[in-house]
Nanobody, 124 residues
Framework: QVQLVESGGGLVQAGGSLRLSCAASGRTFTTYAMGWFRQAPGKEREFVATISGSDGGTYYAVSVKGRFTISRDNAKNSVYLQMNSLKPEDTAVYYC?????????????????WGQGTEVTVSS
């Protein structure tokens, strides 16, 4: 069982930055690929970024590539999402997710555990 707790959301102006954090419980953090997803009001949950368990390989949605950076600190059982050059369309609840297995994955169904979400609002 893995518990995930996100933090770092908030209100920011367009062009600004935020750093989301996700703390994971458990002693086998490196056996999980981690991901960030987001869900805007009235829309489906969508993939943002993923990072592999041990080699740190990363993949991004086209909409955030070049602006967002996912990273992990296995010693701290944590994963991060640095968000720069934020746009109003980035407004959503952001969720951290963990999927058993080394390789990053893009689909909601590929993850076994989810956090409660942290809200990000970008004003124009």
């Amino acid at each position: 069982q893995v518990q995930l707790v996100e933090s770092g959301g908030g209100l920011v102006q367009a062009g600004g930055s935020l750093r989301l954090s996700c703390a994971a419980s458990g002693r086998t953090f490196t056996t999980y690929a981690m991901g960030w997803f987001r869900q805007a009001p009235g829309k489906e949950r969508e993939f943002v970024a993923t990072i592999s368990g041990s080699d740190g390989g990363t993949y991004y949605a086209v909409s955030v590539k070049g602006r967002f950076t996912i990273s992990r600190d296995n010693a701290k059982n944590s994963v991060y999402l640095q968000m720069n050059s934020l746009k109003p369309e980035d407004t959503a609840v952001y969720y951290c997710a963990a999927g058993l297995g080394q390789f990053g994955r893009f689909s909601v169904s590929g993850y076994d555990y989810w956090g409660q979400g942290t809200e990000v609002t970008v004003s124009s």
